[in-house]
């Protein structure tokens, strides 16, 4: 289809059609667990390089990174054990993963023995960690909980009345300068640090949920109070599209099938999930065959949830402007939203294969999950592209560069939305 541009020539579309190929756009995804112990002194000074991750690993954007710090509840962490958190997550840094990062005091269920006695070393923890999460804000895309509770999942501890939970957040939130988002274990917890009146500026904004019970019961284990569960997903779904949700799938007394497991990560703006736990609900889920209309058909549930965590923008038309300009329709079919800044670009390339690029005045992170928005281009300078001239769009997180693919057929590091051709 040909778009009336000017007198001489005219925009010819490409085709718009979605592909269901793997994107590995940052900041979304599968990941493992990948955990370590913060001393006193480590049998060795650094860490193992990359004998431990395997190609599975490899794929994946994302790692989660538990660090346990358990052996300093009664006093500052060293020197040694310092250095040797910043080397771990050096090594994340230079394997280009992303990171997910939690505190711990414990990993067998026995936060209330294994953290410290007192609120104060809790904090101060929490102060060195801070300058070593500034150092690698980039790389780290959530910092878990508040070093608290069994496994760090903030239940289990007697840190979490309404003083000392508020006290943590904010302690972390100020330590870490904003460098990453944050996430607390459920949303009563949250609207507490949100309703006390104590949260720092910015705060709320930077603060998601991570719920490693998810369809583990009615409650999401104990995630959404009796009764609650539809009214939390409401809430999650209104409060919570800015900041990056994740967790944990797990299994019932039935394992959860796709299509509601995805309805609910839509409400829940799930960007992560573990890629091997539970493996019965994930074996589930590869077993189970999409039955809708268009790219999905035949595809297994697995691989519908896991391309559709984050957000996924798919071009699915250009049109005329009220002003003759191009503009671009996009529509976001991700479970959540891009939650990094992140710029995009129109180029075109003439004939002769120069190219011009230019920013186009949009914010991506307001490109919605399951809404679908018109982009103007704005005006091209009249007779500067002939015939021949494409046309490309271009996505760009603006902390490092990094490509974000449209999820279209055909899409590289930019996509060609059209050209144009003579009248």
């Not at 940052?26 to 991750?53: D, K, L, Q, R």
């Not at 910043?86 to 005091?105: A, C, E, G, P």
């Amino acid at each position: 289809m040909r778009i009336r541009f000017r007198h001489t020539v005219c925009f010819q579309k490409t085709e718009y059609m979605e592909s269901r190929a793997r994107l590995g756009n940052p900041g979304c995804g599968w990941y493992h667990i990948y955990t370590f112990v913060a001393g006193p002194f480590p049998e060795n000074s650094s860490v193992e390089e990359e004998i431990w991750m395997d190609d599975a690993c490899r794929e994946e954007q994302l790692a989660l990174v538990l660090i346990d710090i358990g052996a300093f509840r009664a006093r500052e962490m060293t020197k040694e054990a310092i250095r040797y958190i910043s080397q771990i997550l050096d090594f994340f840094r230079r394997n280009q993963k992303q990171m997910i990062l939690r505190f711990v005091y414990d990993r067998e269920g026995k936060g209330m023995t294994k953290e410290p006695l007192t609120l104060s070393m809790v904090k101060r923890h929490m102060e060195q960690a801070g300058e070593i999460v500034r150092a690698y804000g980039e790389d780290i895309l959530v910092m878990q909980g508040i070093f608290v509770g069994n496994w760090g999942e903030m239940h289990g501890s007697k840190f979490l009345d309404d003083n000392s939970l508020c006290e943590l957040v904010n302690t972390l939130y100020r330590t870490t300068k904003g460098a990453c988002f944050l996430a607390v274990r459920t949303p009563a917890q949250w609207r507490r640090i949100a309703d006390s009146g104590r949260a720092g500026a910015g705060l709320l904004k930077r603060l998601g949920l991570f719920n490693d019970g998810m369809f583990g019961s009615e409650t999401d284990l104990g995630t959404y109070g009796a009764g609650n569960r539809e009214e939390e997903l409401a809430w999650q779904k209104s409060h919570l599209a800015s900041v990056p949700n994740g967790g944990e799938a797990l299994v019932d007394t039935h394992p959860e099938g796709w299509l509601k497991a995805a309805a609910e990560m839509r409400k829940m703006h799930i960007s992560y999930l573990n890629s091997i736990y539970h493996p019965d609900q994930l074996e589930h889920w590869k077993k189970e065959t999409v039955e809708e209309e268009g790219c999905w058909a035949g595809a297994s549930g697995y691989d519908y949830i896991g391309m559709h965590l984050g957000y996924r923008f798919v071009i699915r038309d250009v049109e005329e402007g009220k002003h003759k300009e191009l503009c671009i329709r996009i529509e976001n079919c991700g479970f959540a939203n891009l939650c990094q800044e992140a710029d995009c670009f129109l180029e075109t390339e003439t004939g002769e294969g120069q190219v011009v690029g230019r920013r186009l005045d949009t914010d991506p992170r307001e490109w919605r999950s399951g809404e679908t928005i018109l982009l103007p281009t704005g005006l091209f300078p009249k007779g500067k592209y002939g015939a021949g001239s494409r046309v490309y769009l271009k996505l760009k997180r603006r902390s490092d560069g990094r490509n974000i693919l449209f999820a279209n057929r055909n899409a590289e590091e930019r996509i060609q939305i059209g050209e144009f051709v003579d009248v």
